[in-house]
């Protein structure tokens, strides 16, 4: 019966009405609308293109996982100073007290930090441990008998002096890198 009613001719006014309702109920047979590959009017089919309000109304949106902006240099310098200041008072405390006497090796405490915290950023950490770390120890500096200053002692014997303010200066950077140069200008005597 139901082929029998398809096969019946349909009145014209009829014929849009039945492909209003294919397309309602069977959308993958609607015919897909037609793209536009020029400019110009649109032609009878089309919806007219959205209008966007000019560029320097439109905001970028903010992506995801894009990094901060970096923070304004006196705030950033602060961070930079209570992430530093403890071990910066730890090497004044190890270098100018009698805590340690000249040719002394640090106690396994402060070793650890000053290895983790200093040495470890030393832009030629490799070269100053060479075939191994034995030990840290305090004492004069050869060519300045005045200066107290931190040495390597390798496990071949060998003890080398390696520059505390090196090791800020590169922790400096590497962790603040926006900032790193102006800090380093301000709060450091030497470079």
């Known amino acids: 019966m139901a082929a029998a009613a398809l096969s019946l001719p349909l009145p014209r006014a009829a014929a849009p009405l039945i492909l ?3 397309a309602r109920f069977a959308p993958w047979a609607a015919p897909a609308p037609r793209r536009r590959l020029l400019p110009g009017p649109p032609t009878a089919g089309e919806p007219p293109p959205p209008v966007l309000p000019p560029a320097s109304k439109l905001a970028d949106p903010p992506v995801v996982g894009a990094p ?3 923070l304004p240099f006196r705030a950033a310098e602060a961070e930079i100073l209570r992430d530093i200041e403890p071990v910066v008072q730890l090497i004044k405390d190890i270098l100018h007290s009698d805590r340690y ?3 002394e090796c640090l106690y396994p405490k402060d070793e650890d930090i000053v290895v983790e915290k200093l040495l470890a950023f030393h832009p030629r950490a490799q070269d100053k441990i060479g075939c191994g770390l034995d030990a840290i120890m305090v ?3 050869p060519e300045f008998r005045k200066s107290r200053c931190l040495f390597v002692v390798r496990t071949d014997g060998v003890w ?3 520059s505390y303010q090196k090791c800020l200066r590169a922790y400096i950077r590497e962790k603040y890198p926006s900032h790193a140069e102006r ?3 301000e709060h450091f005597k030497r470079t």
Request: zero cysteines; hydrophobic letters at 40%; charged letters at 40%.
């Open 139 to 141: 004492d004069r500096h």
């Open 101 to 103: 006497a000249d040719g």
């Open 68 to 70: 901060e902006p970096p």
């Open 160 to 162: 080398i002096d390696f």
């Open 183 to 185: 800090f380093i200008r």
């Open 20 to 22: 209003l309702r294919a």
